[in-house]
């Protein structure tokens, strides 16, 4: 057979070691920060029904699918997100939980988007969830989860924040400024996009699309503006309807500010979310001198659960993927050096050692040290060099008169320091 080339689908990566550490380097910060906060792991399969998507998650999201058609005559598709996982393992199994449930994972993620900066076609996801709680604390706790997560890896209030808009509230204000409710839907998809269109464009869908006029389209975008809620307060006061959305921020606000992180949060009602299923407070992060997509992006979704055939339960989440995050920490300088690392590397100097030395690395494995050696017979100056390739912090050499003798010659890799010690006191 002639020999292939196989090259690596595009938007897809490898992860040899040092590419994975970077990863696990994530990972083990984003787990440790959700075990602080009392969140519980879990997993579900990478391949899903098709139809668990289809609707829930919106347009986007399904026209990126990987989907297929399996041996069994299925429609299935490999995981775009987890939420709608989240639901339906919840939907099977949430009676029989107490409440509220906090559950994280951290999930390999499958979209066929466009491979560009920040974005691949597979990316894991950490999602960390709270079910069956309505409360704002809920809303609170899970955005301190994100920034912590964040902050755990080495970045600040100066590197990122965390953008909030309420759908409710968005809801109440495109009401005031006159937008029909069968065009808030529209609407929200205009907004969600309002970054990325150039002015005349979201203009043009705002007039053919929502039905607005331009004094209507000055009067939201000024809206669209606001960065307080006491600007909205002061422009929308004679609305009740705003008031009550507006005072539900305030004490998601007042309370992160309670908790140290003010800081980190600011008001912005151009955040939507391209899903469909987000219903209250809505968040993303974003590093602060805005070269990089969403590192993360959640909120409130009280319906999803009982879409998939669940009890009515109230949930609210977010995402946060490690591509972008991958970047803003290498754009920072929060990548950690790779460096390989042994506890001990021993060097048998002739054959009739090997046997004590095997007995020994077995010992002292046993015991919890990472130790290696060489896997064929080698003068003492190679094996000494694979010891400084693999990272060894201790060197044990055994020649026939140190066997003779019952000891090892320890050399400390840092010093260049060596000195016998009885076999028995190391193992
Ligand atoms: P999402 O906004 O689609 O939300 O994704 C969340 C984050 O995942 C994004 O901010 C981004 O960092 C990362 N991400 C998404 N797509 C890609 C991609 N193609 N390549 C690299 N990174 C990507 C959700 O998925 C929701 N299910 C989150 C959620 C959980 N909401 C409630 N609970």
Redesign the pocket.
Known sequence: MASQEFAKLP?FRDFPPEDFARRAHIQGAWRRVACRYGFQEYDGPPLESLDLYVEK?GE??VG?LYNFVDKGERAVALR?????S?ARILAERSRGLSKPIRWFSMPQ?F?Y?R?QR??????F?W???IVGEAGVAADVEVVAVAIDGLRELGLTADDFAARVSDRRLLTALLRVVGVEEEKLGVAYSVIDKIERLPAEKADALFTDEVGLSSGQISTLRETLSATSLDELARDFSDHQDVATELARLREYVSMLEAMGLGDFVQLDLRIV???A??TGIVF??FDRKGEL???????R?DRLLELVGGDPLP???????????GELLADRGLVPEYKRTLDFYIIPVTTAERPVALKLAHDLRERGHSVAYGLKEQGVGKQMKAASREGAKTVLVLGPDELAKGVVVVRDMSSGEQQETPIGDLA
């Open positions: 938007g998650s986007e999201i990126q775009p997100e987890m939420t709608p989240l993620l979209r988007e491979a920040g974005r691949l076609r597979e990316h996801q999602n960390v969830d979310r391209g899903l299923y987000y993303e992060l997509r969403a590192i993360c992006g959640g909120g979704y949930a609210v989440g977010f995402g946060m993927g490690d591509v972008v995050l």
